[in-house]
């Protein structure tokens, strides 16, 4: 089974959200436009060393990463932090081209907002970065699910051409089979197949 995906709350006052901004003056821009948005449990970031580990440590809900005058070493360094960190994103910097915009939607930022610090904007940039990340979450996890049903179609075909094979069973016998077997011991047909290719493979 796959992880239910993580689902963000959009406008929830009790959000934690950590803001990650070297510059004084940025970041108390930013900070008063999410409390007067009335987002209250702000954490403010300002030292770059050991970023990821400070995320993992935090555990925000949302991401806000502000970036006066970046270059390509540290945008880059933060779409590996958008890439690593599964939460909504959304990144302000004072000047792009499209092949760095590019970059920030492969890597996962839900708003890359250029030139546009403004604190009347900051809640509808939330509400962007939440609604794209709770969209790219679903939508990767039935991908995931997609691609857990298709590996074990493919392992139970495998395991029934062994029981057909070394067992003289037809394909409707072998299933059975293993259905039965899954039925007994509580378990999914999937991880019934899984046991006899494991077994058959550890015989060779």
Known sequence: MGVAPLIVRMSDPGLHILLIDQNVTRASV????????????????????????????EDPDVIFIDIENPNRDVLE??????RCVRRPVAMFVDHS???MIRAAVEAGVGAYIVDGLKKERVKSILDMAVSR????????????????ALSERKLVERAKGILMREKG???????GVMRKAAMNEGKRVAEIARAVVTATELLR
């Open 30 to 57: 930013l900070e008063e436009g999410l409390k007067e948005a009335g987002f209250a449990n702000v954490t403010v970031v300002r030292d770059m060393q050991n970023l990821l580990r400070r995320i993992v440590d």
């Open 77 to 82: 360094q933060m779409f590996q932090v958008s």
């Open 97 to 99: 081209d499209s092949d």
């Open 133 to 148: 990340f709770n969209a790219f979450s679903e939508l990767r996890e039935e991908l995931e699910r997609t691609r857990l």
């Open 169 to 175: 069973l037809t394909e409707e016998a072998a299933y």
